[in-house]
């Protein structure tokens, strides 16, 4: 059976995700088997499988650093939210339910034994799982019936390393602080603690580090810099997106959506040097500079169709068309520029249909099934093959659909206008393709010049050496403990 550490963190994006990724390329690195585990994760931002089945896009990038495909078991528990209040329920890859956050608490006990089973298939599997936690073990109001931090770790029986995030302030107190509040028998639980995203020369926290092993009687593994290069790596939380480091003479904004979803989409196209990449922020109009407009995935089609229309942003699409600018929908942005959007079964929200921005003459209709697939695809227009996925709800047929943006296995996907400036589909991560990216690029007047897929193992291997050279990784492997 293999060995098993968890990293939980004294707050939400105190960089979990990346410490974790970095630490199963390291032992992947010393030749071990090694596979990443989420007990719970909540994230729009999805990955397909290859078992049929979606989990958190991090615990796919994770995978990947362990040379492993992505498997439905490294996280069995995703939330989707849907609404301030409620959240779509993935277990072990499949809708469960949809809940309101009280509802769910009640929920969780259940889930259980469902996370356990998907931990114990990885460690019957593998030589060592490095689990992440979600949030903090901190909000001791959630504890109890708690499956994503110490209630996990106490059910399976591991090791915690506490990564606190000094660069937002107030490490020690995060770190000291967490275990004044935590149970006693949660307490013992913690092997040590890592101070994460340091900037400067880290000898200057000398005497905050050693405060804090007075402090808590916890093992410091280390201070950990701030790591440069985090943003070629695929963004976890909406919070992560950003605009492209470079001012290329091509400008591509993409609409900021409430529940904007599958957002790292637009990843590779941040990193090309001839592309200006602008997330617009809610309450900014469309650049009058743009060339192409992306409206991109999301979880809610018709709730964000009325947050894009509050914004103001129907109408600057409609002058940028006018003005011969370009117009891609992906996914749920596809559904809105069409005709109508209608959910008669109130899939996504409450029963009714809304009209669409008209862009595209297509007509969605929201369906209960959903489609969940790795796909092999080719440009409709340039015959350039590439890869993608698509997790998706509803159907979407009309005349624009007999001008389709690819073709999937000889059928059509997708749709166009009449004069080609407005395009839609369900294929998520066709950017990630280097061939499909060029060609896309090229038809709007410029090239690429990177290699996306090499740049994230590059930076991943880069990851795996910045947490070997200032962090006692060979500790924190050992720190793992058998388990099962």
């Known amino acids: 059976m293999a060995r098993a550490v968890m990293i939980q963190g004294t707050g939400s994006n105190v960089g979990k995700s990346l410490l974790v990724a970095g630490l199963c390329r390291a032992a992947r690195r010393r030749g071990l088997s090694v596979a990443p585990f989420k007990p719970q994760n909540m994230s729009n931002n999805a990955a397909v499988t290859a078992d049929g089945g979606e989990i958190g896009r991090a615990q796919a990038l994770q995978a990947l650093a362990c040379g492993l495909s992505p498997h439905t078991d490294m996280n069995p528990v995703l939330l989707k939210p849907e609404t301030d209040m409620g959240a779509q329920i993935i277990v072990q890859g499949r809708r469960h339910a949809t809940a309101r956050a009280r509802d769910y608490f009640k929920l969780k006990p259940q889930l259980l034994e469902k996370v356990l089973e998907s931990f114990r298939r990885l460690s019957a599997a593998h030589d060592l799982v490095i689990v992440e936690g979600a949030g903090s073990p901190a909000e001791i109001n959630l504890r109890k019936g708690d499956i994503a931090n110490m209630g996990f770790a106490r059910a399976a029986g591991t090791p915690v390393i506490l990564a606190g995030d000094i660069d937002r302030g107030g490490v020690i107190a995060q770190i000291v602080g967490t275990k004044a509040v935590i149970a006693p028998d949660d307490a013992a639980l913690v092997a040590g603690f890592i101070v994460n995203k340091f900037r400067g020369d880290p000898r200057l926290f000398d005497d905050g580090y050693a405060a804090i092993t007075a402090m808590t009687g916890w093992r410091g593994f280390g201070v950990c810099p701030w790591f440069a290069e985090a943003g070629r790596l695929p963004a976890e939380d909406a919070l992560d997106l950003a605009a492209s480091r470079h001012a290329g003479a091509l400008h591509i904004v993409c609409l900021c959506l409430s529940r904007i979803a599958n957002f790292d989409d637009l990843d590779p196209l941040a990193q090309e040097p001839a592309v200006r990449l602008t997330m617009l922020a809610p309450g900014r109009a469309i650049p009058g500079d743009a060339d192409l407009v992306i ?180 500790g924190l492997l050992s720190a793992a403990r058998q388990v099962g």
Do not use: N
């Not at 959910?343 to 489609?371: F, H, N, S, Y």
């Not at 009309?398 to 009449?418: L, M, N, Q, T, Y």
């Open 295 to 474: 409206v991109p995935g999301t979880k809610s089609t018709r709730g964000d169709l009325a947050f894009l229309r509050a914004q103001g942003w129907d109408v600057d699409l409609l002058a940028h068309h006018r003005r011969g600018g370009r117009v891609m929908g992906i996914c749920g942005g596809y559904q809105m520029l069409g005709r109508v959007v209608a959910d008669p079964d109130g899939i996504e929200g409450p029963a009714g249909a809304d009209p669409g921005l008209g862009l595209l003459d297509v007509t969605t209709v929201m369906t209960p099934d959903k489609r969940l697939a790795e796909v092999d695809a080719a440009d409709a227009v340039s015959g350039t093959p590439f890869r993608g996925y698509e997790i998706h709800i509803g159907r979407t047929e009309g005349p624009d659909r007999a001008r389709p943006f690819a073709r999937v296995a000889g059928a059509p996907e997708g749709a166009a206008s009449a004069d080609g400036r407005v395009i839609g589909s369900y294929l998520h991560g066709m950017f990630r393709d280097d061939a499909f990216r060029a060609s896309i690029l090229a038809r709007l007047g410029t090239t690429s010049a990177f290699s996306y897929d090499a740049t994230v193992e590059a930076t991943l291997d880069a990851l795996a050496r910045h947490l070997e050279a200032h962090l006692d990784v060979p």
